[in-house]
């Protein structure tokens, strides 16, 4: 199996574990859905902009969408997790704890209503 099969079976992987369509990994991905299917299918080339696009879409660290030989990704709250260590990857400590303040009242607010 070449390169482009086996990146083609992980997204699949990855897309399927979460229970998403082509289209719905299209639009976090912001891709066209017949794009997607033709990079599952080995169709299409695609370019290192378009796979951080996949990546941040799974919230998956670059690792973890490269590992082809892992047959079951992480729970929906681990990918949750994932996404967001991505997004704060890189700022600065002012930031971190900007973001974690928001977090933190967001949170907050979503229990006050639940309860």
Known sequence: MGLAQELGGRIRQLRVDRGWTQGQLADRADLDPKYVGAIERAEKNTTIAIIERLIAAFGVTARDF??????????????????????????????????????????????????
């Open 66 to 115: 490269f590992d082809f030989k892992v047959r079951r990704v992480p729970a929906r709250a681990d990918a949750d997790e994932a996404a967001i260590h991505q997004l704060l990857k890189g700022t600065d400590k002012q930031s971190r704890q900007a973001a974690i303040k928001i977090v933190r009242t967001v949170l907050s607010v979503v229990r006050v209503k639940r309860t």
